[in-house]
Nanobody, 114 residues
Framework: VQLQASGGGLVQAGGSLRLSCAASENIFSINAIGWYRQAPGKQREFIAVIASGGSTNYANSVKGRFTISRDGAKNTVYLQMNSLKPEDTAVYFC?????????WGQGTLVTVSS
């Protein structure tokens, strides 16, 4: 499984961005696809996940501001990020899990200016 993340950029605090994670295979064949982020000097942290059945889960730090969704026709998972804060600045990665194997896409940088 190959995952391609895109959509990062520079945005002011309070603004919005939508990240995309395009999969090389049918996303419904992947048990779960999620988003993680890694800020400079910090460990990679979980942000959100959507399971093949459609259930979602979010980190407390983004709950109510970020929304994960998918488009099966495009084999793409999205992360809509609203009310962005400077502390959301990080490299964002998408991750897929299938049959116990982890697949990572390259990161996309999100920078939120104050």
């Amino acid at each position: 499984v190959q995952l391609q993340a895109s959509g990062g950029g520079l945005v002011q605090a309070g603004g919005s961005l939508r990240l995309s994670c395009a999969a090389s295979e049918n996303i419904f064949s992947i048990n779960a696809i999620g988003w993680y982020r890694q800020a400079p000097g910090k460990q990679r942290e979980f942000i959100a996940v959507i399971a093949s059945g459609g259930s979602t889960n979010y980190a407390n730090s983004v709950k109510g501001r970020f929304t994960i969704s998918r488009d099966g026709a495009k084999n793409t998972v999205y992360l809509q990020m609203n009310s962005l804060k400077p502390e959301d600045t990080a490299v964002y990665f998408c991750n897929g899990i299938r049959r116990g194997n982890n697949y990572w896409g390259q990161g996309t940088l999100v920078t939120v200016s104050s």
